[in-house]
């Protein structure tokens, strides 16, 4: 069988009897096993996963199976909540706990008979875009430059998640993005990332980082895969005051790849002399290619994309320090001794969690304090109201907007910036989206000048994920992008 | 006023939303079962758990409002204020700060036979948090999340009372209409209800002083006797000189003092922010109006209403529709019979026993259908008033019917014309000498005829026909 | 730039987060170009813009009142690092 099947070509092999659940669930588990010097996974599920693995089987055979999905090995983010199995959102101060629920949307995994391999590494409480804030260690991206050993960051925060499926420690994966931590791994890893539109995805049972940005989505080999686990999890949540009433939609089904007389805008705040040269190159010819295909290009103009970022680095810290407060000892997790209850929870928190998560605690409590509320917070929120009118105002007149990824392609885990503010610009591009709640999705395009992806990014309107994943979709088929990676982590 | 001092009063009354379920969360608010036995994940703050929100409890906080005659905002916002306690489990309280379910409203008051207009500042939603027991271990706190999540409505009075009498009136009253409207059960030993009260003094003409906050009484007596305590403190600082610090204080149920709270390590700033998960909260204007359908009578018509159809006096009717069991219980008893005798019925002889046995109404030793038949039996002459009385004693005491302890004791009035004839037969033939004295002119002697009658009947005969068959017997 | 270290030790209280004596300076820094980097927005003109706390443009669904009796004790204590009987339990807390 083939090394590195997508979600698809496995449903395909499963429906024809040409594999087994069992089959394709032992070689992705002994992939694990080959791969762990990439740090993927902070839990592996072998016993579980077969043990359902052999059920599915056992549908498949009665014709009962939940899905055609169902029997396909995926990783899920240390983020989502795992019915009996450690969920620690890679932080020292969950290392220890087992909830006794399932988050929604891997509960809808289970549902299309989707088997779990494990828990996939992440940065600390999702906060970081280069998994090094893990306390279990930094994922190691499997590509590596060709002119250098040097191991690299995969991106962050879902690290695990892209790197897993990039070097085929699963067939697909769930990830969680909040200013860009689906897209910009996929971006660094060669693989497609979806960021739904706010609402789509049940946030019910994931760890949260910021409520208002906090979003799940699928990373996965191409688009058709992201169609159809997008699908998979999405949906109204009665337990989720956010979720969307919208309908569940047949993305998968409905796809194709027309871009016929659509209008593709280009905003000119993304163009930078900063930008890689191969970049920018890849952008352009992404552009020329949807020209080619019968889209309209149209320049249009975001003008409060660099007022994005500091104002995520407002309004995503507020609500993280708020959404840790939970995390004091009491009810779950580690809990460090101290003479009274005051100091049991300073020494609980100071321990338990790492530098970038206390970085963002301490400057989160300082915007929402007395004499700086008004400030910072309702300053971040109106600006956040501005930059959603961009985009209101852009898809008056555009259908889908292309932008690169990120700044720039994986680079050292060792090379990464003393000052937090310079790491912060990793997420320039992808944060924007957040902010306005809308969708987008980063594909592969080609490798830079170091056989290194780079990945561009589609934005749409809210809601308007079918249209986001057409275009993407005529993208990749056009370019017909095979990542040629070599696992040089298999001796 | 204390000694040439004005009192400034405002109150924050918690009161407990009566609902099945939790404000946030689908977990039960029953009182009494084992500890952390009704805590939902929600409640206990697993991580990854959301709020949402209980659509009975937002419909009680607009009842309530209505109540209160106050303005239902069509859009509110839920705020977290932030902070970390051991029965918080969150670490922050969902509440709402700025844009609150429920604005301006008022309340009229009574006080010596004075209406008094309280304003209400506003009235919003919230958490509960959970409890803790100190009492346990001598080197560890206990934490119960049973009541963690239960939903409260904060009610805020414009600081316009002036007198410990006043706030006490002001705090019955509402727990009064939430009782009305069944919003809040108003058990106030349970802390269903508990008054956060603010207190300051000045000089008349003078400019506000400054307050201090009496935090968690949960009586009358307790609010009445810690507003005289703290005003009273307060006018003595000043007066020697001193100033008031703003502060948080606690009352001492056991010395009737105020103390202030050990100040926390560090100074409380809770960061309020809209909760960003949840969204804002629209109430329709065509969901208010049908709530205010199912309004009930409130105090103020009930005792409008009882003075016009009961002819009871102001004091009276105030009296008994301050509780809602108390007007239905009469109206169950005055239902065609004598609206007097049954007031003075039920605000003496009745409340006097339920004082002395520290009852409410529902838990009377004399059911309503019981009172009425006694006094059925006073309205057609069967018992006298005093005897009556004996007769309800032994009620209370035994939970007898009055039927039953007539019949037992005998105490029925003697009014068959043929006994009472016998008896005043046998009286004139025991007396020859009186009843010539009476015939010759001396009327005064009437009293003794009818005294050794009744002696004779041992207080049973019916006075009135015994009056009238003397009368006619000595007048022949 | 750099946070005034008063004010850093002032937000460790509020969030219950130590800050050890060796960490000030670094973190004082961090938190500092943090800040430079946030204000940014001040100089933005906002005056007539409301603010967006969250973007689904949605109203609050509301859930009927039932009670449900999903959890036990132990479930709900499963996971607690110290409890005693069916409490939670931490230092005492003096009151």
Redesign the interface.
Known sequence: MKAGLNLIEASVLLENNETSSVELTKIYLDNINKGKELNCYNTVSFEEALKEAESSDKRRREKKSKSRFDGIPIGIKDLFCTKNIKTTASSKILSNFVPTYESTASQNCLNAGLISLGKLNCDEFAMGSTNKTSYFGSVINPWKSKNSDAHLVPGGSSGGSAAAVAADLCIASLGTDTGGSIRQPASFTGTVGLKPTYGRVSRWGIVAFASSLDQAGPITKTVEDAAALFEIISGYDSKDSTSSIKQKENFYDNLNSSVKGMKIGVPKEFKSDDLPTSTQKAWDDCKKLLQENGAELIDISLPHTMDALPTYYIIAPAEASSNLARYDGVKYGIRENGKNLIEMYEETRSIGFGDEVKRRILIGTYVLSSGYYDAYYIKAQKVRSLIKSDFNEAFKRVDAILTPSTPSTAFEIENEPKDPVQTYLNDIFTVPVNLAGIPAISVPFANDENNLPIGLQLITNSFEEQKLLNIAKNVQDTINYTPNLDKWWIK | MINGWELVIGIEIHAQVKSNSKLFSSSSTDFGSGPNSQVSLVDAAMPGMLPVINKFCVEQAVRSGIGLNAKINNKSIFDRKNYFYQDLPQGYQISQFKDPIVGNGFIDIVLDDQTKRIGIERLHLEQDAGKSLHDQDPNLTFVDLNRSGIALMEIVSKPDMSSADEAVEYVKKVRSILRYLDTCDGNMEQGSLRADVNVSVNKPGNELGTRCEIKNLNSFKYIHSAIIYEAKRQIKLIESGESINQETRLYNIDTGETHSMRSKEDAHDYRYFPDPDLLPLEIENKWIEEIKSTIPELPDQKKNRFIKDYNLNEYDAGVIVSDKATSDYYEKVVKNRSPKLVTTWVTSELFSVLNKKNLSIDESPVAYDKLGELIDNIESGKVSNRLAKDIFEEMCEMGKSPGEIIAEKGLSQISDEGELEKLVNDVLIANPKNVEKYKNGKDKLFGFFVGEAMKLSKGKANPKLLNELLKSKLNT | MEFDKD??L???????????DDKLSS?SA??G??????????S?E?DN????????D????????????????T????????K????????????
Not at chain 3, 10 to 20: A, N, P, V
Not at chain 3, 33 to 42: E, G, M, T
Not at chain 3, 49 to 56: E, K, Y
């Open positions: 004010s850093l002032k937000l460790g209280k509020l969030s219950k987060i130590k800050i050890d973190l961090d938190l170009s943090i800040l430079k980097f946030i204000d940014r927005l001040q933005i906002t813009v409301d603010p967006t706390s969250n973007s689904l949605q109203s609050l669904v509301m859930r009927d009142d039932i009670a449900l009796d999903e959890n036990s004790a479930e709900i204590l499963e996971n607690a690092p110290d005693e009987l069916d409490f939670f339990s931490v230092p005492k807390v003096i009151e």
